[in-house]
Antibody, heavy 119, light 108 residues
């Protein structure tokens, strides 16, 4: 069974940093591109970042470019999101999502981890 | 960036109703359109990919159609568990991945 479990969320002050993790199991992690998608309270879904299976290709939404860094450790079956210079508008539930391997389709999602940026 | 617009933003319907949700892309995206269902407090769930392909395990009352710029998600006979928010997402031109704003399906 495919499982994605996020961790690392919490309350952080504006300008602070946080590192999210996503532990994957039940599939060959190293064969799939992975993504972070967020959802602000009461709002819709916003794609944040993606990383290819071997980390060769990395992309970011304009809203986080230069502040967030996606990475992965295929030996540990883990995906990460380093978030720096956090702003109030980064407050959201952050989901990791597996790419179905054809054309950016998110076929499995974690349960999400809440990041709150507030003083 | 490709903009995705869903209509309506919210919809009230009854169990057993046939419901259609529309998604329009700002430019042609061929059939690179996916649909997700999200229930309160839960992660989104993939329902339909490539405009009309049903994800494994999804009930057959869900169907998708369309190509180019106009797409629809149809639920043939609403069940109580179908009341949720639905999102479309284009995968034609990425990055960035873009989602519609969502359609909230409520019980009448």
């Amino acid at each position: 069974e495919v499982q994605l479990v996020e961790s690392g969320g919490g309350l952080v002050k504006p300008g602070g940093s946080l590192r999210l993790s996503c532990a994957a199991s039940g599939f060959t992690f190293s064969s799939y591109s992975m993504n972070w998608v967020r959802q602000a309270p009461g709002k819709g879904l916003e794609w944040v970042s993606s990383i290819s299976s071997s980390s060769s290709y990395i992309y970011y939404a304009d809203s986080v470019k230069g502040r967030f860094t996606i990475s992965r450790d295929n030996a540990k079956n883990s995906l990460y999101l380093q978030m720096n210079s956090l702003r109030a508008e980064d407050t959201a539930v952050y989901y990791c999502a597996r790419d179905r391997a054809i054309a950016t389709v998110f076929d499995y999602w974690g349960q999400g981890t809440l990041v709150t940026v507030s003083s | 960036d490709i903009q995705m617009t869903q209509s309506p933003s919210s919809l009230s319907a009854s169990v057993g109703d046939r419901v259609t949700i529309t998604c329009r892309a700002s430019q042609s995206i061929s059939s690179y359109l996916n649909w997700y269902q999200q229930k309160p407090g839960k992660a989104p769930k993939l329902l339909i990919y490539a405009a009309s392909s049903l994800q494994s395990g999804v009930p057959s009352r869900f169907s998708g159609s369309g190509s180019g710029t106009d797409f629809t998600l149809t639920i043939s006979s609403l069940q109580p568990e179908d009341f949720a928010t639905y999102y479309c997402q284009q995968s034609y031109s990425t990055p960035p991945v873009t989602f519609g704003q969502g359609t909230r399906l409520e019980i009448k």
